[in-house]
């Protein structure tokens, strides 16, 4: 299934391609804890290709690969202009907006991975395993680390968490972001996950909020 989909983004003028998207790993020590982690001492990078992007009403299809997929539910914070070695005094001007987004997570192809010291590409990378709400400008967001995050599963609640309770902020996710990267218009950065995360199963219906930002809803087969 081929996947080219362009996101709406606030400052640009026609739907976009994001090209790259940046996920953040263990950005909240209760997600770091259940997962028997360390907590990092500076932001851990992953990526995942931009065909893993399914937009509010689609469908997650679970892989025939994986017994055990889970759910995590993050902020996702879309870039207006690109740079490198941005200072985090100036991180804000270049987000676009922000959106819930879901990173799905094939987590026994995660832990095979992780026991032999090989990369997270297969178990993150899926089509249809970036799931991504609707934007919202970036300055109809008073602070971003001021919002309550949430994910339903079914009509129950299986995370809840607060952005105030990340490890690394959003500026500083983009700021450290640009000193290894080339950052580029369209770009989007999941920033983590906090406590909660588990199994989904074929045709679960999944909602996904956070403070003032449109909710998402996918389901799965």
């Known amino acids: 299934m081929e996947n080219l989909m362009k996101i709406d983004l606030p400052g640009f003028s026609e739907p976009i391609r994001p090209g790259k998207l940046i996920c953040i790993g263990r950005n909240y020590a209760e997600h770091a804890k ?6 990092p001492t500076e932001p851990m990078i992953f990526l995942k290709p931009a065909t893993s992007l399914v937009g509010s009403g689609g469908t997650i299809v679970i892989p025939t690969q994986s017994q055990e997929v889970h759910h995590e539910v ?8 690109g740079g ?3 200072p985090e005094s100036d991180a804000l001007h270049h987000i676009a907006g922000y959106a819930v987004g879901l ?15 090989a990369p997270w590409s297969v178990a993150k990378g899926f089509d249809t395993f970036a799931p991504i709400g609707d934007f919202v400008a970036a300055n109809m967001v008073p602070d971003v680390q001021d919002l309550f995050i949430s994910l339903k599963v079914n ?31 369209g770009d989007l950065i999941y920033t983590g996950t906090p406590e909660g995360v588990g199994a989904i199963q074929k045709e679960d219906v999944l909602e996904a909020e956070i403070t003032s930002l449109p909710t998402l809803y996918v389901t799965t087969e």
């Open 34 to 39: 259940e997962m028997q982690s360390a907590i």
């Open 74 to 81: 993050e902020l996702v914070v879309a870039l207006l202009k």
């Open 84 to 86: 490198k070695n941005i």
């Open 103 to 117: 990173d799905m997570t094939a987590r026994d192809l995660q832990g095979r991975a992780k026991k032999v010291g």
């Open 155 to 185: 009509g129950e609640v299986r995370q809840k968490g607060h952005t105030a309770d990340m490890i690394f902020s959003v500026v500083t996710l983009v700021a450290y972001a640009s000193t290894i990267f080339t950052l580029e218009p």
